[in-house]
């Protein structure tokens, strides 16, 4: 096999491998790039939920690349990578062997099973969610005709599955721990999204623990929960999170942080300059608490991946990436769902002295503006300085912004005290009113408090 | 007449007015409160154009008041004040007398009118935008049967005027500098509005000064301009700005500023440190330049007025309103226009070195998402330091939450560097995609210039 160099080289399809490559070409332009990833069309991990119902309706229209202009300056391999010498700064895959001056890690997670769950995956009407197009598609087929679909777990992705095949009528049941959305949403606002997947006519079974999955001739029948009794269901989807895909690296030599993504500095480097992680292969802390994190989202990659892109010959901008802030989006029915930072129910188990401003008014001005719809906002600060650490909005799409702006806070390190006067635009149209703008009076609550 | 005592009073109906009473009953519960207003309902003031169109299409839609509870909570005078004595302590309303130990003007603006004008105005069918129920019903009711409108003035308000009764039918030609929103937008964005309008049905008459008003027996007949040309319609609606209603303050003794508005430190008093002025009636200077600004928000009015509320018994909280950062939102069709800070002509003049940078994105991804639309983002930050001084959104609704997290950005002092590895929540149905999310693909091209 022919040995090829190459300065630089990605290993992965997904966001944080599209953002690495796009920002070391604009740092980089003499440098000769290489990918290597596995399927030649990657999908869109956010958007996967969307093609189960009539949103998107198709994997085709879920598919994202190195798109365009960017495709032809760079070498893209369809490969997958087998194993990494790191003292001889090479790369085996099947079919090519790759030496390189600086290797990212971008190999993104495989989807996270239980161990109670592991004996039943290979029954056929039993899935995951894998990001990929030929394993999405089969689940999509294998849907097709049936009916009665349970979804085991409540996190971003069960809920979105869950709405998404209930919007094409299925009959869904989803079984999770106490609440939905539990690492994102207060129980009261976790409340407010349950209520919305009844009307749905979602079954909602929460707060059962998971004994097993019972099966027979190869087929899953029903998941038995631990008091005993039975969901049945002819399609069962394990939404039970992902695990940094950190293999490759592990049997390289590469340490590995808790929860077993990569370690990597501020700047994405590994214990290695050379050779950095990106994405969700690489281990995270959280912004806030400083613990590790498992929190894994498309938009943090690309921050990762923008550090990593600009830091890969030497470090341009100090400093880099302080921790992840886990910062969500939703829609459930027409309903939006949003959360930054810490919970209060986190907050509390993390022993931070904390207090909570809450305020719920309208997204438009005045009331009678027709689309107007309710707006609510619960800020978390520390109790002493002010300081906002989390934050979650319930309102319509423009919800999915307003939380960036109590994201932009937290990050900031901003103060309730900062935010009482903050400027903002508003427009009858497009938001609030500025006399009873959410995040200003909820921030007014704080520093009441 | 007998003389009542308050210890807090506040001259004014309108937003600034409406949150200098909120935030004094939270801080100051034990204080009896008294505000004098002119009208019993006040409008909502930037919710006025949509009453001449569908949305709202009535002033009883869009009023606004101290509300429920509060309501209950202060002394409520419907009169005008006339005089104030500052030695005395004592204002004089036509038919009260009131002495206080804090004052807060939040007596509002009035519709500017260029002496070339002043003249006209007392023609039947030529009308100012007088922020009382009574003169704009006077209008929608003179527009009923007339079909022909000029709006002179193409800012925020004479846009919104001309795209709302243009929406009901009217034949309308708007008069104005060379471009659109031009304190807003630069000429890139501002072309594209431009360009709406007209596909609107709006005819623009641009880049010709107006030299007067023609008219015979007390009715106008058109505008002439001062290249001769004339422009014929039935009604004459005058947009061209507002100024600070400040002159009860300046015959009582008060300083003005610049403009002719209240001088105010930054903590809204006055010279006198009992005496607060908030709103469009105080002197405002701008967040970026320093300069005295002209601009008139009711979210700018409403950040002052916390500020005051809190102030008036002495500073709470280090520091006050650091000057007014320019920030807008409008729609024009159904695409969404919103700025924050200086446009790059406003850099220009004022000698600022500037870099800027641009990305035009999609508002979800992928692309294929049903309701999908252009979102494009300006940024403008110091050449130096890469500070973000302004910035302009095009886009859909969401827009008008976007520029809140430039204008956070502006306000908290922000650099490029910060924004391009900003943690934000993207989601397919809400936002651009975490690889291209438009604020900090634009700060990219900041940190590359």
Redesign the interface.
């Known amino acids: 096999m022919k040995i090829e160099h190459t300065d630089i080289l990605v290993l992965g399809g997904g966001?944080a491998a599209?953002?690495t490559v796009?920002?070391a070409l604009?740092n980089f332009p003499d440098k000769k790039i290489t990918v290597i990833k596995e399927d030649e069309l990657s999908l869109?991990p956010?958007?996967i939920p969307?093609i189960f119902g009539e949103?998107?309706g198709d994997s085709d229209?879920?598919?994202?690349s190195c798109g365009g202009p960017m495709a032809e300056m760079i070498n893209i391999i369809i490969d997958t990578a087998v194993s990494v010498d790191i003292e001889k700064k090479t790369v085996f895959a099947h079919n090519h062997t790759i030496t390189f001056d600086k290797l990212v890690f971008a190999t993104g997670s495989n989807p996270f099973v239980h161990k109670s769950f592991e004996n039943a995956l290979h029954l056929e009407n039993v899935f995951t969610i894998e990001k990929h197009k030929d394993k999405v598609d089969a689940l999509k087929s294998y849907l097709a005709d049936k009916e009665k679909v349970i979804v085991v777990g409540t996190g971003f992705i069960g809920v979105e599955m869950a709405t998404e095949l209930r919007s094409v009528g299925k009959d869904v049941t989803i079984i999770g721990g106490r609440h939905v959305l539990a690492d994102a949403f207060d129980v009261d606002m976790a409340l407010q999204a349950e209520q919305i997947m009844k009307d749905l006519g979602i079954t909602l079974s929460l707060g059962q623990h998971v004994s097993h999955i019972v099966h027979s001739n190869g087929k899953a029948s029903c998941v038995e929960l631990c008091d005993g009794s039975c969901i049945h269901g002819d399609v069962i989807i394990l939404a039970t999170g992902y695990q940094p895909n950190s293999t490759l690296a592990k049997e390289a030599g590469l340490k590995l942080a808790r929860y077993g993504g990569i370690w990597v500095d501020e700047y994405m480097r590994t214990k290695n300059k050379d050779i950095f992680a990106v994405g969700d292969c690489c281990g995270r802390r959280d912004?806030i608490t400083r613990d590790p994190s498992k929190v894994m989202?498309?938009?943090?990659?690309?921050?990762e991946a923008?550090?990593a892109g600009?830091s890969l010959y030497g470090l341009k901008?100090l400093k880099?990436?302080n921790g992840?802030?886990a910062?969500?989006?939703?829609?459930i029915g027409n309903r939006?769902f949003?959360?930054?930072g810490v919970t209060e129910a986190r907050a509390k188990e993390e022993k931070i002295e904390y207090t909570v401003g809450f305020f719920e008014g309208l997204n438009r001005?005045?009331s009678?503006?027709?689309d107007a719809s309710k707006q609510s906002v619960k800020l978390i600060a520390l109790k002493s300085s002010g300081q906002i650490i989390g934050g979650q909005v319930i309102g319509d799409?423009?919800?999915?912004?307003?939380?960036?702006?109590i994201?932009?806070?937290i990050?900031?390190e901003?103060t309730a005290?900062?935010l009482?006067?903050?400027?903002?635009?508003?427009?009858?149209?497009?938001?609030a009113?500025?006399?009873t703008?959410p995040i200003?009076k909820a921030a007014?609550q704080i520093?009441?408090n």
Chains 1, 2 share one sequence.
């Open positions: 966001p599209l953002v796009a920002t604009e869109v956010c958007g969307y949103i998107l229209k879920d598919t994202m912004f989202l498309a938009s943090t990659s690309a921050s923008r550090v600009n901008y880099g990436f992840t802030i910062i969500f989006s939703t829609m939006v949003a959360s930054a001005h005045p009678t503006i027709p799409k423009e919800a999915g912004e307003v939380i960036n702006i994201g932009l806070a990050e900031s901003l005290h900062k009482v006067s903050l400027q903002v635009a508003t427009q009858p149209l497009l938001t009113a500025p006399t703008y200003i007014q520093i009441r």
